[in-house]
């Protein structure tokens, strides 16, 4: 995995400045930019905004290697100067949910009808990340609102939306 970082860097594939801004959230699929294998949704994934070179998606660890291999030709900035999302794990991405559903920050799914499409930049409304073109956009029909959402984290509102209909039975 390394080298296959150190190549792409070598062969100019790879850009060697930092990141305007990098997210972490869950794989949603998409081939990792570093070692070309897909990263899951429960995978941590790192995107890496650039201001002249394409979005970056990465691996965690990936995001690591290729980090420490910029870092040697590179000074260091310190590490706030890169807006890095705190890393939400997918329980407390839930519990999060669970809270903003309560407060009713965020809507309930109450029909599960939903269409998808690429994303558009627009950012979700579980994670508040953007929902890049290569990703999927779940998009759902609220009261008078569209709601979007990554898979991933359309998944996750939709189960706490229904457990929390559930709750709420007699
Ligand atoms: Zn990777
Ligand atoms: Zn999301």
């Not at 959230?25 to 998409?30: A, K, M, Q, R």
């Not at 009713?104 to 930049?121: D, M, N």
């Not at 939709?158 to 457990?163: A, K, L, T, Y």
């Amino acid at each position: 995995m390394d080298s296959t970082i150190e190549a792409k860097l070598a062969a100019g594939l790879l850009p060697r400045h930092r990141p305007v801004k990098s997210w972490a959230g869950f794989g949603t699929g998409n081939a990792c930019d570093g070692c070309d294998e897909s990263i899951l949704a429960t995978e941590v994934e790192h995107e890496l905004d650039f201001a002249k070179s394409p979005t970056l998606r990465l691996h965690a660890t990936c995001e690591a290697i290729w980090r420490g291999l910029v870092a040697e030709t590179q000074p260091a900035t310190p590490q706030s100067a890169h807006m890095t999302m705190s890393l939400l794990s997918a329980e407390q991405l839930r519990q999060q949910i669970r809270v903003r559903l309560a407060q009713e920050r965020l809507p309930a799914i109450v029909v599960g009808i939903y269409k998808t499409h690429q994303g558009t930049g627009r950012p979700c409304l579980v994670c508040l990340r953007e929902i890049g073109p290569t990703q999927m956009e779940y998009e759902v029909d609220g009261v008078s609102v569209v709601l979007i959402a990554h898979e991933a984290c359309y998944a996750l509102w939709r189960e706490e939306s229904v457990s929390r209909r559930q709750e709420k039975r007699p």
